[in-house]
């Protein structure tokens, strides 16, 4: 029983120290558009997310039931195997965020639960139905879904506000984005802090600790939100830099949009249960907004780079926790040797990623792997211009492009009067 109640500490504690790289994996989700448009200074943003973030722990646990009763079996799953599922999601959340890459923190977390419940019960103690319809198809329908509502947002708001002063509509569409940005920190805390309470639950289920079916208890649900609340006050400043500058660059109307776009997709889908990737949300909806503005461009080599991560973000989480949850098999041994690699992996990690410090005071550098320079507008971009081409500038002075004529003979008329 002493040796069974270590390794369901051990999974709590692994649990929220995925919750922790949750945080400032996601941080961008919230704040990326903020910061890169300077509605709100980079310290700022972080600590006002994590508050919001604790706060939307509260607010719901449909999402953490969807984990910890609808995905998997309860009945197959031992202590071991949900140990195995969060070494799988936190190696994959450290690499992405090493290289820069807003992949999803979620689908992480559901990839490394597939793998190692596979490898333990076998597939049929996956339920098949709802990893399609609560993961997968949201997380083909999230971006697609923002995207298209923050280009329409975007033109929407660039229509109204044409005969506006500009200083004035930036200013006020800064602090628009700056509710719109709290809107989907609250929503972040609502969805993924869900998910890790669902996977401390979901371990209590299968250690006898609580009943089946059981909602999660007050303590996961409020150590839950305080892991996520300190990865976010920490700032995930790389990905942060890719979502803000990496893709598109974005004014105030821009942010708005996508922001808002975002904002309601999440909470939306944290009302039904979905398990949705607020990292495909939020990057769908700033590539909507980057072509939603006349001239906007989207840097399609960063989004391509986006795109693949997002494709082995499950198939990579689940392989790595299947083979971990096969070295947990061999006994206590074992599970000692998953957790030295992951420590040993993590601070491996953290030792790269200190050769390029990205921190709030260089966030919003251009140039740079995570925000690479300007790049000639690509084929969709161009689609998109061609069907509302920006408006011709005030008609020009003629006058001032006719060349002056030589001084040399004193009878020739001057300029003035051959206009």
Known sequence: MESFSLILAIVVVTALAFDFTNGFHDTANAMATTISTGALKPKVAVAMSAVLNLVGAFLSVEVANTISKGLVDEAGIRPEV???????????????????????????????????????????????????????????????????????????????????????????????????????????????????????????????????????????????????????????WRIIRTMGKGLTDLQPQQGFAAQTSAATVILASSHLGFSLSTTHSVSGSVMGAGLGR???????????????????????????????????????????????????????????????????????????????????PGVVTQAIAAVTPPPAGPSEDLSATIPAPAAADPQAPSAASTV
């Not at 103690?125 to 990893?131: E, K, N, R, T």
């Not at 997968?136 to 929407?156: D, S, Y």
């Not at 790595?320 to 006994?331: D, K, P, Q, Y």
């Open 294 to 376: 006349k001239g906007g461009v989207v840097r399609w080599s960063t989004a391509t780079r986006m795109f693949v991560a997002w494709g082995l973000t499950l198939p990579a989480a689940a392989l790595v926790a299947a083979i971990a949850e096969w070295v947990c098999g061999f006994g206590s041994w074992g599970t000692a040797v998953v957790a030295v690699f992951l420590v040993a992996s993590s601070a491996a990690i953290w030792k790269i990623s200190r050769r390029e410090v990205v921190d709030h005071t260089n966030v919003n550098d251009h140039d740079t792997p995570e925000a690479p320079a300007e790049e000639p």
């Open 82 to 236: 949900i140990f195995a599922a969060l070494v799988g999601a936190i190696l994959w959340n450290l690499l992405t965020w090493l290289v820069g890459l807003p992949s999803s923190s979620s689908h992480a977390l559901m990839g490394g639960l597939i793998g190692a419940t596979v490898a333990s019960a076998g597939f049929g103690a996956v339920h098949g139905d709802v990893l399609v319809t609560k993961v997968l198809i949201p997380a083909i329908a999230a971006p697609l879904v923002a995207g298209v509502a923050a280009m329409f947002a975007t033109r929407l708001t660039y229509r109204m506000g044409r005969n506006a002063d500009t200083k004035a509509s930036e200013k006020g569409y800064r602090a628009g984005q700056i509710a719109s940005a709290g809107l989907v920190s609250l929503a972040h805390g609502t969805n993924d802090a869900q998910k890790t309470m669902g996977i401390i639950t979901l371990a209590l289920v299968a250690g006898g600790a609580v009943a089946p079916d059981s909602d999660p208890p007050m303590w996961v649900i409020l150590s839950a939100g305080i892991a996520i609340a300190l990865g976010t006050y920490l700032g995930g």
